[in-house]
């Protein structure tokens, strides 16, 4: 009988609290390679709050977020910070592309920010086999100001896969795309990250998009569901 490898990122009992009064609750997360979840939750719910649980940037009161069988919580600031590094990569709604680097040189931004990643050719060649599954091959080297915004997106979606990282969180990625462009970008995002076994969170308050995701929870009132 073949086992059921384990979940690569587990949550339990994760509460987090600001001097404002917000507090927020979530009910265990548990999330295997190649999964996707979406968080689904109005502006101001917690949305990118827990995004930064999840990754080790921010610290629960208590809980525990564990990665890889890795307890992030009980992890220095250096520890969360290269665990960052290497495993996980973002996707915004803003794109974040730098405007006066190419297509192919946004996506390869990773290896140019921690000194720790070596820009090599096979990074290059991972960039630009990265361009060809998001459709933009043929334009690695435009600026993104001649990009359409569902292209930008489509580049930031390639620059958070490039180094290899396992798991992909992504706070509000059609936040900005026309309607007609906003299935289309989600299910690029799911399959790409599928296609790389890694680990998918996406955060939105669009609930065209949240059947595109294997499992969908729901946050409000300081809970996630």
Request: charged share 20%; proline share 4%; glycine share 8%.
């Amino acid at each position: 009988m073949t086992s059921t490898p384990p979940p690569l990122l587990t949550t339990t009992a994760l509460t987090f609290s600001r001097a404002s009064g917000f507090v927020l609750r979530v009910e265990p997360i548990e999330l295997g390679a190649g999964q996707s979840l979406a968080i689904r939750g109005v502006s101001g719910s917690g949305k990118s709050t827990l995004l930064g649980l999840l990754s080790g940037e921010l610290l629960p009161d208590s809980g525990t977020v564990a990665f890889n069988g890795i307890n992030l919580s009980t992890q220095s600031s250096a520890q969360r910070r290269d665990f960052r590094i290497r495993n996980t990569g973002l996707v915004f709604q803003e794109f974040g592309l730098v405007e006066s680097l190419s297509v192919v040189e946004n996506v390869l931004l990773p290896f140019r920010l921690h000194a720790s990643r070596a820009l090599d050719s096979d990074a290059r060649d991972r960039a630009h086999t990265l361009l060809g599954a998001v459709g933009l091959h043929a334009k690695s080297a435009r600026l993104p100001a001649q990009l359409s915004h569902g292209e930008r997106q489509r580049v930031a979606i390639a620059r958070a896969l490039v180094t290899g990282a396992q798991l992909i969180l992504a706070d509000e990625p059609t936040g900005n795309l026309d309607p007609a462009l906003k299935h289309e970008i989600a299910t690029l995002l799911r399959d790409i990250a599928k296609s790389a076994n890694a680990a998918l969170i996406v955060a939105t308050h669009d609930e065209s998009i949240i059947d595109c995701f294997d499992r969908a929870r729901t946050i409000g009132e300081g809970v996630l569901r």
